[in-house]
Structure formats: C-alpha cells, structure tokens
C-alpha cells in the first residue's frame, strides 16, 4: 500500500471534500436526500485508504458550515461506516454484480443511518434501550427516504467511479 499522498491527492482531496459538501447544500430542500453515500462509495473505490481524507474533510466543513454540536459528532462514524463495508467489498467484482452491491449497500446505509445515530443519541440524552428504540421508529419515515435516495444515487456509482479513474490517469 502507497502511503504517501502525491502533490495531485494533496490538491485533490480537499476538492472532493467541497464537493460533497456543497452538493449536501444543493439538496437540502429535499429531506435526507442528498449524495454524501454514493461519493463516499465512488471515492473508496477509486482511493481505498485514502478515501477517508475526503470523508472526513467534509465532516469538518459541515462542522464550519453548521456549527460543532450534539448533531455533528456521529459524522466522525456514521460515514466511516459505509467507507468500512466497502473496504470489505470484494473489488473485483462483475460490473452487473457491482452496480446492483453498491446501490444496495448505499441504500442499506441509508436505510440504517438513524440505527447507527441512536447510541449516540441515548449516551447524550440519557435514554436507555426502550427510549433509544423509539427514537428509531420515530425517524423510519425519513430513515426510508434516505435509504431510497442513496439506493437511486447509487447507481450512479460504477460509471461516475470508472471517470474518475480515467481522469486520474490522465491529469496525474
């Protein structure tokens, strides 16, 4: 594994990281809509490793943009969550086996996002598992949405991964 970053990844990486953030701006009318899972997908697949640099960039600027809060702190796993089950992913897979994968495993994270968001919840609001468990049915409507939307940007992420490779080999 290559560790060090190269001059174009040191440029580059901050570039993507405004990217999901601004498109997290752009779709902020839409509730829990947004494309943050399939560019996280994209980028794990194309960097590995290196693709939490561009994750955890965007956390930050949420941070900035938002104000550091109660909200913010599940950012620093939540996203590290999809970015983990696609380092497991097998990489090379068929290209009709990894469109539908990704999509699924981008709609699962979705569908999932208040299960990983209520422990910290609980610990910060003293609920115990009852208390915790109802704050997860009450967020499955928008649970669902999230899971849908990330399921539709995810198929999106097979092509958008293979230009991104093509153009790293061609500006690198």
Not at 17 to 26: A, D, H, L, R, W
Not at 35 to 49: A, D, Q
Not at 99 to 107: K, N, P
């Amino acid at each position: 594994m290559k560790s060090k970053l190269s001059l174009f990844e040191i440029t580059l990486f901050p570039i993507l990281g405004c990217i999901m953030t601004v498109s997290k701006i752009m779709l902020e009318f839409l509730p829990n809509i947004h494309m943050i899972g399939m560019f996280i997908v994209i980028f794990t697949i194309v960097f590995r490793y290196k693709a939490l640099i561009p994750i955890y960039i965007f956390a930050f600027l949420n941070g900035i943009i938002s104000g550091f809060n109660i909200w913010w702190v599940p950012y620093l796993y939540i996203w590290t969550v999809l970015w983990l089950v696609c380092m497991l992913l097998p990489k090379n897979m068929p290209t009709k086996i990894s469109i539908v994968v990704y999509a699924v495993v981008c709609g699962l994270h979705g569908l999932l996002y208040g299960c990983l968001y209520a422990p910290f919840q609980a610990i910060m609001f003293g609920l115990d598992f009852r208390g915790m468990i109802s704050w997860i049915i009450a967020g499955l409507g928008f649970d669902l949405i999230h899971g849908i939307g990330n399921f539709c940007f995810g198929l999106l992420i097979v092509p958008l991964s293979k230009v991104l490779q093509k153009s790293i080999r061609k500006f690198s």
